[in-house]
């Protein structure tokens, strides 16, 4: 079946705009998770969504960031007054079920650069 | 310092020759996975291993791990240039709302 994928694959967008990302995770997948990967970095958690259960958030770098998730099903990552730092590229991986002992599977990226 | 830190940053070997890359971490964990990368986009899974495990193999993979020193190792046996990537370890941390911690990863080059 088809994989993680997300949209758009690449985002160019001006200094104080708002950007909205797009995760569609692996059917009856019930976990999803965002980060962001600067360049040469390694994976920054941002938030993950389980079931009906409320999103960790704990990792949003602040409030203009946000998601959501509709059941189980498509997520939204919205970048509200973006900044150039948030220039990164950000990934979406969803799997059976909690980080302990599932494997992520990631969709390839949303590569976001902010002028 | 991060949770998880590879060791090297970066290795280039000759096609063929065997790579062995390091993770430390610093809490415990429930289990360790690596993944690999390539051309900074998503990752693949290649390998979980539990906490009261100590050794794993897939195909030509070998990890190891040694919770009473808090690392550890993927070894890549009889290299590819396919295999020219960044390899990360993530740990799932014990009581860390399970989210998995990523390191910082291993630039791996494959020299033909």
């Known amino acids: 079946g088809a994989g993680v994928s997300q949209s758009p694959s690449n985002k160019v967008t001006e200094k104080g705009k708002d950007v909205e990302l797009r995760c569609d995770p692996i059917s009856g997948h019930t976990a999803l998770y965002w980060y962001r990967q600067r360049l040469g970095q390694g994976l920054e958690f941002l938030i993950y969504f389980q079931g009906n259960s409320a999103p960790d958030k704990s990792g949003l770098p602040s409030d203009r960031f946000s998601a959501e998730r509709t059941g189980e099903s498509v997520s939204t990552l919205t970048i509200q007054r973006t900044q150039q730092e948030d220039s990164a590229v950000y990934l979406c991986?969803?799997?059976?079920?909690?980080?302990?002992?599932?494997?992520?599977?990631f969709g390839p990226g949303t590569r976001l650069t902010v002028t | 310092s991060q949770q998880g830190e590879e060791d090297p940053q970066a290795l280039s070997i000759q096609e063929g020759e065997n790579a062995t890359m390091n993770c430390s971490y610093k809490t415990s964990i429930n289990n360790l996975q690596w993944y690999r990368q390539n051309s900074g986009r998503g990752l693949v899974h290649l390998i979980l291993i539990r906490s009261n495990e100590r050794e794993k193999h897939s195909g030509r993979l070998r990890v190891t791990l040694d919770t009473s020193k808090k690392s550890s190792s993927l070894l890549i046996t009889a290299s590819r240039a396919a295999d020219t990537a960044s390899y990360f370890c993530a740990t799932d941390e014990t009581g860390g709302n399970e989210k998995l911690t990523f390191g910082t990863g291993t630039r791996l080059t494959i020299i033909p």
């Open positions: 991986a969803s799997s059976l079920g909690l980080a302990g002992d599932y494997e992520q599977y």
